[in-house]
């Protein structure tokens, strides 16, 4: 089955640092990956995704993040963190469910990022 | 606008109760999900839909059941509420086919079973 892993549950930076969020993942096949962040009280939002092309995608609010296909990893960055930034995100890999062209998507357990001024 | 929305944002029941929680979107999608999203758990998939009248369990399904009697609703039932399904409860939709990657969310709702 396909899954992701995010190593740290809190990442704390400083504003105008860069900020990485960490994220490996498992697939058999082709991965589809995706970055949700959650502010509190909220729903997910989509950040970005990676389907194929390019290793570095960009995606909302200034976030990019880097695919390595040799380290089974999709981690997030941002060049400068904004204290706004401060919310929970989620690496999730897509996987199709039984032969069908339903997607479903494997969510890691999150991350909490803090941004302090 | 795309958009997701679930009937009450904060529900308190009692245990034994049963609970429906709603969710409709306007985007004439195909695909529903529900999450439950936990500490340290991130978010699992309880039941989606591809259809309507169709459903399928995802990876937590006991003690829930959905119902898909029109498109753009999907409701989540506890039969029996007990505590241990004190949790937020995401509703998520998709459109079809295999090029559909992004799901939408909803904002959540947060159900304490006492």
């Known amino acids: 089955a396909q899954s992701v892993a995010q190593p740290e549950d809190q990442v704390n930076v400083a504003e105008g640092n860069p900020l990485t969020v960490k994220c490996t993942y498992s697939?058999?096949?082709?991965?589809?990956l995706f970055w949700y962040v959650q502010y509190p009280n909220r729903g997910l939002q989509f950040l970005l995704k990676?389907?194929?092309?390019?290793?570095l995608v960009k995606g909302s609010y200034g976030f990019e993040a880097e695919f390595n296909k040799s380290q089974t990893s999709f981690h997030l960055k941002k060049p400068s963190a904004l204290v706004s930034d401060s919310a929970l995100y989620f690496c999730?890999?897509?996987?199709?469910?039984?032969?069908?062209?339903?997607?479903?998507?494997?969510f890691g357990r999150g991350t909490q990022l803090t941004v302090w001024p | 606008d795309v958009k997701v929305t679930q009937s009450s944002r904060y529900l308190v029941k009692r245990t034994g109760e049963k609970v429906f929680l709603e969710c409709v979107q306007d985007m004439d999608h195909e695909n529903m999900f529900w999450y439950r999203q936990d500490p340290g758990l991130g978010l699992r998939l309880i039941y989606f839909s591809y259809d309507v009248k169709m459903k399928e369990k995802g990876d937590i399904p006991e003690g829930y059941s959905v119902s898909r009697e029109k498109k753009e609703r999907f409701s989540l039932i506890l039969e029996s509420a007990s505590t241990n399904q004190t949790s937020m409860y995401l509703c998520?939709?998709?459109?079809?086919?295999?090029?559909?990657?992004?799901?939408?969310f909803g904002p959540g709702t947060r159900l304490t079973v006492t």
């Open positions: 697939v058999s096949g082709n991965p589809y």
């Open positions: 990676y389907i194929t092309g390019d290793n």
């Open positions: 998520a939709s998709s459109p079809p086919g295999y090029n559909s990657y992004e799901q939408y």
């Open positions: 999730a890999v897509r996987d199709i469910y039984r032969g069908s062209t339903l997607g479903r998507l494997y």
